[in-house]
């Protein structure tokens, strides 16, 4: 069992766009083990692949209402809902620190699996929250880069006192 240790903001690692998965190797398949390791650790919601410093598009999550645990590779946002939601949201990579984000009451995304095979992954409320979250970490986007002027502007000041 390997549950990778998380990178924090200020890793470049986090702000680099993440390259394609091309093909499956055994690495791809290791990836894709630690991701699910990583998630399920401590009822993590999302993990996305840079996370853990492998600059690759896949990310992993747990849901916890469900105990669903389940990945995806090379996803791309196909639909986002007009409608929106307001909640407060958090991140790993932001350990600690839980700001309000605006983001899409519905998110579907499509990737690929293991075998290859395309794979849907959608829903609303915290599902839809994850997707657009993982998948902007995989484009080198933190959660705090979407938060409204002043709530980012408090955000920052806190990231710099705690880490």
């Known amino acids: 069992m390997t549950i990778r240790p998380i990178r924090v903001v200020g890793d470049p690692v986090l702000r680099t766009p993440c390259d394609p998965v091309r093909t499956i190797t055994d690495g791809t398949r290791s990836l894709v083990r630690d991701l699910l390791e990583t998630v399920d650790d401590d009822a993590r919601a999302g993990l996305a692949a840079n996370q ?10 747990h849901l916890v209402e469900t105990d669903e645990v389940g990945y995806i590779l090379n996803p791309v946002i196909v639909e986002l809902s007009e409608e929106l939601q307001h909640d407060d949201e958090g991140c790993l990579s932001v350990p600690g620190l839980f700001f309000p984000r605006t983001r899409s009451a519905y998110a579907r995304c499509v990737g690929t699996d293991l075998e290859g095979e395309e794979v849907e992954f959608a829903g609303e409320g915290i599902i839809a929250r994850l997707i657009q979250h993982e998948v902007g970490h995989l484009d080198g986007e933190l ?3 979407g938060l409204e002027r002043s709530v980012k502007k408090r955000a920052l000041r806190q990231i710099r006192e705690t880490l």
């Open 52 to 61: 853990i410093g492998v600059s690759l598009r896949a990310f992993s999550w």
């Open 143 to 145: 959660y705090i880069d």
